[in-house]
Structure formats: structure tokens, C-alpha cells
């Protein structure tokens, strides 16, 4: 790969990293701003937090797998591997994930009671 490649590569994957950490940053104010009023609200945020943790985990893997160029790699793959990684991490908490979202929906509703 020529030098100008790898750095629109390496620039593609700071800007799809930037866009992850400001999506994470905005999904997590909109948990946190008060709008939780029912236990199934607040089960529906704990999943999503729970989604947006495994989808931060998950991103930490994929970035040091390399792709075979004749079968893959490219701008496309590097622009769709962060959806590819949220997708995985929605299922998996979809498939009962690792309790983070049990525990945040404890809290959630310990709040409102308190």
C-alpha cells in the first residue's frame, strides 16, 4: 500500500473512531438526563449501555485484524467496520450479554425511588 493510501486509511479510521466517541457521548446524556419513567425504560437504557460497553470492548479487538486485500480490506471496510462492530455488540446483549444491563437497570431504578 503506497504511503498516501495508508494515511487516508489511518485518517478513515480516526474519523469513524471520533464519530463513535461522540455518538457514545450523546447516547449517554440521553441516559442520563431524567427522562426515565417506567421500568421498561429503564431496562431499555440499561440494555443500550450495556450495548454501548460490548461495542467499545469489540472495537479494541477488531483494530488489530488486518484484511487480505484481494478479499477484503479498502476504504468500505474500514468505514463499515464500527457499524459491523455496533451490530455484533446489540446482539450479544440481545442474547442476555454479561449483566451490565441488569445492574444499570437496578440503579436506574434505585435512583427514582430514592
Do not use: C, P, W
Not at 22 to 48: P, V, Y
Request: glycine letters at 12%; proline letters at 0%.
Amino acid at each position: 500500500m503506497t504511503d498516501g493510501a495508508t494515511a487516508l486509511m489511518a485518517q478513515a479510521q480516526a474519523s469513524a473512531q471520533y464519530g463513535t466517541q461522540n455518538n457514545m457521548a450523546a447516547r449517554m446524556s440521553s441516559l442520563t438526563d431524567g427522562h426515565i419513567k417506567t421500568e421498561a425504560e429503564a431496562r431499555k437504557a440499561g440494555e443500550e449501555f450495556e450495548s454501548m460497553f460490548l461495542g467499545q470492548m469489540l472495537s479494541h479487538m477488531f483494530a488489530g485484524i488486518e484484511t487480505n486485500e484481494m478479499f477484503g480490506g479498502g476504504h468500505g471496510e474500514t468505514m463499515m467496520r464500527s457499524m459491523l462492530v455496533d451490530e455484533y455488540a446489540k446482539e450479544m446483549t440481545r442474547a442476555g450479554g454479561i449483566g451490565i444491563a441488569d445492574a444499570v437497570t437496578r440503579e436506574i431504578l434505585k435512583i427514582q425511588e430514592g
